[in-house]
């Protein structure tokens, strides 16, 4: 598949190599236009079903994902696939968890960890990682 993501449109954010994943929030209503290829659903209980490919890390609110080396294999996972197709990170709020995720990703197309956070916070969402665990999570994400 070789689509991805609109510049500029709702939550998406260009990584420096030119990809581009979307973060948002489950609570809100799904943004109008195309949908997702894949989703990574990071939520401390079961997501609800879509009509898309995705994966559940389970991974409580304002807390740190409960399997990291599984978070780390799908955090790759959806960088690896955001080169061709539509990837969408979300939490519910879709800012502590999905800005950490995003911070992941970040840092795997190449920001430095210790930038990372600040790069997220710039390009998707000033309040992005919430917790001081969540910029630690990143911090030491490699």
């Known amino acids: 598949m070789t689509s991805t993501w609109e510049p500029g449109a709702p939550g998406v954010l260009g990584l420096p190599s030119g990809r581009l994943v979307r973060g948002r929030g489950l609570a809100r209503p799904l943004p109008e236009g195309p949908r997702p ?40 996972e959806a960088w690896t696939r955001s080169a061709g197709e539509r ?4 939490c519910a709020g879709g800012q502590g968890r999905t800005g950490t995720a995003l911070a992941c990703l970040a840092v795997l197309d190449g920001v430095p960890a210790a930038e990372a956070v600040a790069y997220v916070r710039k390009h ?15 911090a030491r994400f490699a």
């Open 37 to 76: 290829d894949f989703a990574l659903y990071l939520l401390g209980r079961t997501p609800p079903a879509v009509a898309w490919e995705a994966k559940w890390v389970q991974w409580p609110d304002f807390g740190l994902p409960r399997d990291r080396a599984a978070t780390g294999d799908a955090l790759r």
């Open 124 to 138: 998707y969402l000033p309040r992005a990682v919430e917790t001081p665990g969540q910029r630690r999570f990143v």
């Open 87 to 90: 990837v969408e990170v979300a």
